[in-house]
């Protein structure tokens, strides 16, 4: 690919990355509409009709025990990072192309679920690592075509729509993270929309509960 093929990539790429990380801090914004779907002490889990696909916007709220730069370390989207050992939902990340420090395309492959219902799916995003003036941290995906990992025997490739997870500071409390995620995704293949809109809100619910047990048992 020549030097002019790979900048237009890239702006690309960056432009629709950027334009996700607008999103997720618009919906950080936007309290109107939102039903909550599960909540307990860890974590609220809510919802509402996406403007994406015909589907939901999940949002997850929690406060973590740890500083944001350290939580982030749990959370990035790395291959050989903290992720993959506690995040049972994710069997593996692969980098399919780094752009620069801060985006990349992405595979997610995740494993079955509902007792086997929802069989492994497969995701290509591209990821957008951004840091704020005011010290949070947020990733922000959204699926795209890429031509070294069309979909592949073994997955159901499923499509993220402006997703991801966001560390912010807590004033006041350095030691404090509160942790926002947004999800609004085609699992793809045929599957009950009882089952699907079931699988979010406790597979969201079960992220923040694993992920508040791995700060205390990893160790980044």
Same mark, same amino acid.
């Given at each position: 690919?020549?030097?002019?093929?790979? *900048? +237009?990539?890239?702006?690309?790429?960056?432009?629709?990355? %950027?334009? @996700?990380?607008?999103? !997720? =801090?618009?919906?950080?914004? $936007?309290?109107?509409?939102?039903?909550?779907?599960?909540?307990?002490?860890?974590?609220?889990?809510?919802?509402?009709?996406?403007?994406?696909?015909?589907?939901?916007?999940?949002?997850?709220?929690?406060?973590?025990?740890?500083?944001?730069?350290?939580?982030?370390?749990?959370?990035?989207?790395?291959?050989?990072?903290?992720?993959?050992?506690?995040?049972?939902?994710?069997?593996?990340?692969?980098?399919?192309?780094?752009?620069?420090?801060?985006?990349?395309?992405?595979?997610?492959?995740? *494993? +079955?679920?509902?007792?086997?219902?929802?069989?492994?799916? %497969?995701? @290509?995003?591209?990821? !957008? =690592?951004?840091?704020?003036? $005011?010290?949070?941290?947020?990733?922000?995906?959204?699926?795209?075509?890429?031509?070294?990992?069309?979909?592949?025997?073994?997955?159901?490739?499923?499509?993220?729509?402006?997703?991801?997870?966001?560390?912010?500071?807590?004033?006041?409390?350095?030691?404090?993270?509160?942790?926002?995620?947004?999800?609004?995704?085609?699992?793809?293949?045929?599957?009950?929309?009882?089952?699907?809109?079931?699988?979010?809100?406790?597979?969201?619910?079960?992220?923040?509960?694993?992920?508040?047990?791995?700060?205390?048992?990893?160790?980044?």
């Amino acid at each position: 690919m020549s030097g002019a093929a790979l *900048s +237009s990539l890239f702006a690309d790429y960056r432009g629709m990355a %950027d334009s @996700v990380a607008d999103k !997720l =801090v618009g919906y950080s914004k $936007d309290d109107g509409g939102w039903r909550v779907a599960k909540s307990n002490k860890l974590v609220t889990i809510s919802w509402r009709a996406s403007t994406e696909f015909p589907g939901y916007l999940y949002k997850g709220e929690g406060l973590l025990e740890m500083a944001p730069d350290e939580l982030w370390e749990f959370v990035k989207p790395t291959p050989d990072g903290l992720r993959v050992k506690w995040d049972r939902n994710v069997r593996a990340f692969q980098i399919l192309q780094l752009l620069d420090e801060e985006l990349s395309v992405c595979r997610t492959i995740t *494993s +079955s679920a509902a007792m086997g219902v929802i069989s492994a799916r %497969d995701f @290509v995003d591209v990821v !957008l =690592v951004k840091r704020y003036d $005011d010290g949070s941290i947020a990733s922000n995906a959204t699926h795209v075509v890429h031509e070294s990992c069309p979909p592949q025997l073994g997955y159901v490739r499923g499509f993220n729509h402006p997703c991801g997870c966001m560390c912010l500071p807590v004033p006041g409390e350095p030691n404090k993270t509160k942790m926002v995620t947004f999800f609004q995704t085609d699992l793809g293949g045929y599957l009950p929309r009882s089952l699907v809109d079931s699988f979010f809100p406790s597979t969201m619910a079960e992220f923040y509960s694993n992920l508040s047990k791995a700060l205390t048992t990893l160790k980044p």
